[in-house]
């Protein structure tokens, strides 16, 4: 083929299991037009990602001929400079193919705009770069590095700096130097930045250097550079230095990279009951970047509880709170889960919690008595929001409720009939009882499955992040529907309600509200 007047040869290659897989195309000589994206040191063309990519198996034919159209369109894209923002927008993968770039740095350090110094510690053969050595041991060094109180060294630390331009990154076989870097830091930081920066080289006796910026795709970088002359004047001659590929694991960073959210992860959230709801509930959260969390529930995790809960084998016969806090500590980088093993009752009445020190407190216990006890507590004292959730027998549906949302009208207890306290929102008819029982009163339970408990923790933390984003400003009760031929073919009733549609119980979401509850109506 000819690009720009030169010949240049494609190479295509094909895996064992094409036409299941893209071909792979290579150039035979990968600079001759100069350094341009998507193309590697040994000539590989990076021209589409398999992520989402969808292969027309049964024409080959079509496949090798598009990809090399793409692969073409790549090529000319770089030629022409279209594409030279992928640089930017992929600047890590680029300074882990210079063949001078250093590596073996991890950094839990959180982005910010400050210009800050940072800790560089070595443990267990790992270099670990944070603000400090407590913030450093809030994370979870023991599930990340099996650390179980090793002595842990502090080497040569970085200074943080923000920058506000992008940095591109060298060709495979180009070193970098000092003054480039001295170029960056001086065009993108202020004034007052640039003097902090100096200020603590001097200090510090260091010229390792960690830059933040933002790429075009909004995608963020983080480099190390070591510039070897403290200060940030220029240097009379050129100076090579190193440049280091940080591999980052900060809580911000793992959260927003597995769809978490970054803004969340100071919000305080009350859980109460931590049975096979409030298990997937608490679960859920952490995952999502809620990660302060403090649990409420008096019962030890049994089995009995093994089918329908996030806890496994190895929790049988420990406290529910403290086995649930030991699970989640190994389901996140970096979390802060108090276990207390009360009654919520109790744990209120002995100060060991103050329902207005959270963001959020989300009730999955079950108990209706429990329940209202907490509804009419919140609204009356506090501030807080409060979501309650349940799921229904033999798994008809789920629901969780906000209330308290901005003093807003609209509670738990707007549910409940007065005459029959049967809750209107349940999709089971009224004088029904759903108690089973395997052996004694002891066992007794109602019956429903882990995919149910695992829906109902699901809309409830839906709920839950809509309010801390601040997307929800009323008091919604969301509800879910499931199968109902077991529970039918137990003989039991439904209730007019499960005849809605699911997006008709979402329209009504906030048609529940009674205007005289003796609860909130005040409000």
């Known amino acids: 083929m000819v690009f720009k007047d030169k010949k240049e040869s494609f190479y295509i290659g094909f895996k064992d299991n094409f036409p299941l897989d893209k071909p792979i195309i290579f150039l035979e000589t990968y600079n001759q037009f100069g350094f341009i994206p998507h193309i590697d040191p040994d000539g590989y063309v990076c021209y589409a990602h398999d992520e989402g990519l969808v292969l027309d198996f049964k024409n080959p034919k079509g496949i090798i001929e598009d990809s090399i159209e793409l692969a073409t369109s790549t090529l000319m894209d770089g030629i022409s400079g279209k594409n030279t923002d992928d640089f930017f927008n992929e600047f890590?993968?680029?300074?882990?193919?210079?063949?001078?770039?250093?590596?073996?740095?991890?950094?839990?350090v959180e982005i910010s705009e400050d210009v800050k110094m940072i800790g560089v510690f070595e443990l267990k053969g790992k270099t670990l770069l944070c603000e400090s050595m407590s913030k450093l041991k809030r994370y979870n060094l023991?599930?990340?590095?099996?650390?179980?109180?090793?002595?842990?060294?502090?080497?040569?630390?970085?200074?943080?700096?923000?920058?506000?331009?992008?940095?591109?990154?060298?060709?495979?076989?180009?070193?970098?130097?000092r003054n480039e870097i001295i170029d960056i830091i001086n065009s993108s930081l202020s004034i007052k930045n640039q003097s902090k920066l100096n200020q603590l080289m001097l200090r510090s006796n260091t010229t390792n250097i960690l830059l933040h910026f933002q790429a075009p795709n909004l995608?963020?970088?983080?480099?190390?550079?070591?510039?070897?002359?403290?200060?940030?004047?220029?240097?009379?001659e050129a100076v090579a230095i190193d440049a280091y590929y940080i591999s980052r694991i900060d809580s911000s960073y793992v959260s927003l990279r597995g769809g978490g959210f970054e803004n969340v992860n100071n919000k305080k959230v009350l859980l109460i009951g931590c049975g096979s709801v409030g298990g997937f509930v608490a679960h859920k959260l952490v995952k999502s970047g809620v990660v302060n969390i403090t649990l409420v529930d008096d019962d030890k995790f049994s089995l009995d509880n093994i089918n329908r809960h996030v806890l496994g084998l190895n929790s049988i016969d420990k406290i529910k709170t403290e086995a649930l806090k030991t699970f989640l500590e190994n389901s996140?980088?970096?979390?802060?889960?108090?276990?207390?093993?009360?009654?919520v009752e109790k744990a209120i009445e002995d100060k060991k919690i103050k329902v207005k020190d959270y963001d959020l407190i989300i009730s999955a216990t079950g108990n209706p008595t429990i329940n209202l006890w907490l509804n009419d507590l919140i609204v009356n004292t506090?501030?807080?929001p409060l979501i309650t959730t349940w799921v229904e027998p033999y798994g008809i549906g789920g629901h969780s409720i906000l209330i308290n949302n901005q003093k807003k009208d609209g509670c738990y207890r707007c549910l409940m009939d007065q005459k029959t306290n049967h809750n209107t929102a349940a999709f089971y008819a009224a004088n029904q009882s759903f108690i089973k029982?395997?052996?004694?009163c002891s066992s007794?339970?109602?019956?429903?499955?882990?995919?149910d408990a695992e829906q109902?923790?699901?809309?409830?933390?839906?709920?839950?992040?809509?309010?801390?984003?601040?997307?929800?400003?009323?008091?919604p009760i969301i509800s879910w529907k499931g199968d109902s031929e077991a529970f039918i073919n137990n003989n039991y009733n439904l209730s007019k309600r499960y005849n809605l549609s699911n997006e008709e119980l979402y329209k009504v979401r906030y048609s529940y509200k009674n205007k005289r509850c003796e609860t909130c109506a005040k409000l």
């Open 219 to 236: 995608s963020s970088c983080l480099v190390g550079f070591k510039i070897k002359i403290k200060g940030l004047r220029k240097s009379s």
């Open 382 to 384: 506090c501030n807080t």
């Open 142 to 177: 023991k599930g990340l590095l099996d650390y179980n109180n090793e002595t842990i060294n502090k080497l040569t630390p970085f200074i943080f700096a923000h920058i506000d331009t992008p940095i591109k990154p060298h060709e495979f076989d180009k070193k970098w130097y």
């Open 456 to 475: 109902s923790a699901i809309g409830c933390v839906k709920l839950a992040l809509s309010y801390l984003l601040g997307k929800e400003n009323d008091n």
């Open 332 to 343: 996140a980088t970096k979390t802060k889960i108090t276990a207390i093993n009360s009654k």
């Open 92 to 108: 890590d993968n680029y300074l882990l193919s210079n063949k001078y770039t250093k590596r073996g740095l991890s950094s839990f």
């Open 444 to 451: 007794v339970f109602t019956p429903y499955g882990v995919l």
């Open 437 to 440: 029982s395997l052996t004694s």
